[in-house]
């Protein structure tokens, strides 16, 4: 944040998450309709930089960029930065498929829409699992159809739920929806694969994960040739002399 007095490294963390936590639902209300998926933090000696991540880019700037100086602004005089100590830049979304927070958004807009919600959770679904996901969950709990409230799952591939690999590998995000008859919740979670480059997915693999390599071709080691004999032994005409007596005292 923009406060230089010194303070504990405790307090220090919690404001750090305050900001974080005031400044994502700030951006999240603003930026909804514009396919916002999150914002990264970045202080640098000079200013503070904040990347919006967004599926529609060019929204976000606005006409000559007017919006994102707007916003700007409204940050620098909220968390009382000193003039130009904060910048925003808006970031495209690599692949919207695999970011669950530009999921949860789109089906949130669908049943806004009016759009049926098995066809609407149906419909998010297949675009995941087409995007290259390992693996999808969608929950839409609340008042569907009749008074009573319940919950549908849906679900598609292979998804984890404990362990370290859940940090990893599941990225969530929860959204409700304010209808008429009530407030519908969100809930979408979806697997990434794995990926050696990191551009998909994580780089580290599942700790379940084996894998079985191909043998290697036999390979034919010469024999070594066989010592030769050893030549027979040949009497020789030696005359070997015979050994004296011993005298018998």
């Known amino acids: ?13 919690v404001a750090d998450g305050v900001f974080f936590a005031e400044l994502n639902e700030l951006l ?9 998926s999150g914002a990264e933090v970045r202080v640098t000696p000079m200013r503070t930089e904040i990347i919006i991540r967004a599926t529609r880019t060019q929204n976000v700037l606005g006409e000559k960029g007017r919006r994102i100086r707007e916003l700007t602004s409204v940050v620098q ?5 000193p003039e130009k100590g904060v910048e925003l830049y808006a970031e495209k979304v690599a692949n919207r498929g695999l970011c669950s927070t530009a999921q949860a958004e789109s ?3 669908k049943l806004l829409g ?4 098995r066809r609407a959770c149906y419909g998010v679904l297949r675009f995941v699992m087409e995007s290259g996901a390992k693996g999808c969950e969608v929950i839409v709990s609340g008042k569907l159809r009749a008074q009573r409230a319940k919950a549908m799952k849906f679900k598609d591939g292979y998804m ?6 859940v940090n990893e590998y599941i990225d969530s995000a929860v959204r409700h929806v304010l209808l008429r008859q009530g ?14 480059k990191g551009k998909q997915g994580p780089m580290t693999p599942l700790p379940d994960l084996v894998t079985i390599h191909q043998p290697k071709d036999d390979e034919y080691v010469r024999r070594a040739p066989e010592i030769e004999a050893a030549p027979p032994l040949v009497p020789t005409d030696i005359d070997v002399p015979a050994m004296p007596a011993l005298a018998v005292a």
Do not use: H, N
């Not at 984890?160 to 690999?165: A, E, L």
């Open 160 to 165: 984890i739920s404990s362990g370290q690999p």
């Open 114 to 117: 009016g759009l049926p919600v």
């Open 107 to 109: 089906l949130r807009y």
């Open 183 to 196: 407030v519908l919740g969100i809930k979408v979670k979806i697997m990434l694969d794995w990926d050696p």
């Open 28 to 36: 999240m209300r603003e930026l909804a309709e514009d396919g916002y």
């Open 77 to 81: 005089k909220r968390f009382k930065f």
């Open 1 to 13: 944040m923009a406060t230089a007095t010194q303070m504990s490294k405790k307090r220090k963390f």
